[in-house]
């Protein structure tokens, strides 16, 4: 249960916040320098497959240095701390017998947003996020994506993959002969880790629950966890994307897939192909045709 903490104690918290940021502290749940060094060392080039999309590539300034958790660092540092391996979105509640009618299910998401309000519920509301972005897209929609979290872009609009990830996940959703405004799109955190890094458990873990909800007002059919974080969160397991790929889930009553984090793809198109057979996947157990290509 998160403390509420009255004002004049938020602004002490911040205050201490700032002061450490003047320290060049951002991350306070972050284990020491010397677990991701090591840990990143660990990790063959192969496996470190998935790292945050960076805002640095644009503003080479703010490129984090190399202590980006991957997957594999990732499932290193759950394995030898005392952190807890996340348990699945289908273990931490039941799902909802009955579900929300249609037309009420766009009210149902602004309590849960209502809810988020001003969140302090975690770190990252101290370190440096401007705008909360808590989902974007049709309350009643079929297919629904789940990324890791916002980005540079998405903290200044408020809106999940509206940066360069965002526009590749625009053109994969448009391949499925979708448009973005027919599907739902959230994060597992709803507000930016500095300098992109992964979110630490005790954010993801704190922020879970109001996707969870989400999850269960729009009840899409199909869910697909785009990334590591997104699948590990989302399953419960930290697996590589390997060998999450390629076959169904289930996910609070949906079918869920794994594929490729956008950013990934920007970095590494050789596996837009990889990612477009788990697409044809999706679109097989929806019943989507892909568009016709014009011949001008
Ligand atoms: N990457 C994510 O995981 N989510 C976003 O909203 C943007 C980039």
Request: with cysteine; glycine share 6%; aromatic share 6%.
């Given at each position: 249960?998160?403390?509420?903490?009255?004002?004049?104690?938020?602004?002490?918290?911040?205050?201490?916040?700032?002061?450490?940021?003047?320290l060049g502290v951002y991350d306070f749940y972050r284990r020491s320098e010397a677990?991701?060094?090591?840990?990143?060392?660990?990790?063959?080039?192969?496996?470190?497959?998935?790292?945050?999309?960076?805002?640095?590539?644009?503003?080479?300034?703010?490129?984090?240095?190399?202590?980006?958790?991957?997957?594999?660092?990732?499932?290193?540092?759950?394995?030898?701390?005392?952190?807890?391996?996340?348990?699945?979105?289908?273990?931490?509640?039941?799902?909802?017998?009955?579900?929300?009618?249609?037309?009420?299910?766009?009210?149902?998401?602004?309590?849960?947003?209502?809810?988020?309000?001003?969140?302090?519920?975690?770190?990252?509301?101290?370190?440096?996020?401007?705008?909360?972005?808590?989902?974007?897209?049709?309350?009643?929609?079929?297919?629904?994506?789940?990324?890791?979290?916002?980005?540079?872009?998405?903290?200044?609009?408020?809106?999940?993959?509206?940066?360069?990830?965002?526009?590749?996940?625009?053109?994969?959703?448009?391949?499925?002969?979708?448009?973005?405004?027919?599907?739902?799109?959230?994060?597992?955190?709803?507000?930016?880790?500095?300098?992109?890094?992964?979110?630490?458990?005790?954010?993801?873990?704190?922020?879970?629950?109001?996707?969870?909800?989400?999850?269960?007002?729009?009840?899409?059919?199909?869910?697909?966890?785009?990334?590591?974080?997104?699948?590990?969160?989302?399953?419960?397991?930290?697996?590589?994307?390997?060998?999450?790929?390629?076959?169904?889930?289930?996910?609070?009553?949906?079918?869920?897939?794994?594929?490729?984090?956008?950013?990934?793809?920007?970095?590494?198109?050789?596996?837009?192909?990889?990612?477009?057979?788990?697409?044809?996947?999706?679109?097989?157990?929806?019943?989507?045709?892909?568009?016709?290509?014009?011949?001008?």
């Amino acid at each position: 249960m998160a403390a509420v903490l009255g004002p004049e104690r938020k602004q002490a918290l911040r205050a201490y916040v700032e002061y450490f940021h003047d320290l060049g502290v951002y991350d306070f749940y972050r284990r020491s320098e010397a677990t991701y060094e090591e840990a990143s060392q660990s990790v063959p080039p192969a496996a470190a497959e998935e790292r945050r999309p960076v805002a640095a590539a644009e503003k080479p300034a703010e490129r984090p240095v190399e202590r980006v958790a991957t997957p594999a660092v990732a499932s290193s540092i759950f394995e030898e701390s005392t952190i807890p391996v996340p348990v699945s979105f289908d273990q931490l509640a039941p799902l909802p017998t009955e579900t929300i009618a249609p037309q009420k299910r766009a009210a149902a998401l602004q309590v849960i947003q209502d809810e988020i309000g001003d969140c302090t519920r975690c770190p990252l509301a101290f370190a440096g996020r401007h705008k909360i972005v808590f989902a974007d897209g049709d309350p009643n929609a079929e297919l629904m994506f789940v990324g890791e979290g916002p980005g540079a872009d998405e903290d200044v609009q408020g809106l999940p993959f509206v940066g360069k990830a965002g526009q590749l996940l625009n053109n994969m959703i448009t391949a499925m002969g979708l448009a973005r405004e027919q599907v739902y799109i959230a994060n597992i955190v709803k507000c930016r880790p500095p300098q992109n890094r992964v979110p630490e458990p005790a954010e993801a873990n704190t922020c879970t629950p109001f996707l969870l909800r989400q999850m269960d007002i729009v009840r899409p059919r199909v869910v697909v966890a785009l990334g590591a974080t997104a699948a590990t969160y989302l399953l419960g397991r930290k697996s590589s994307l390997g060998s999450l790929r390629g076959h169904w889930h289930s996910c609070r009553g949906a079918k869920l897939a794994v594929t490729y984090h956008p950013a990934f793809l920007l970095r590494d198109p050789r596996q837009k192909k990889e990612t477009w057979k788990d697409l044809q996947m999706v679109m097989a157990e929806l019943g989507l045709k892909a568009p016709v290509k014009s011949a001008n």
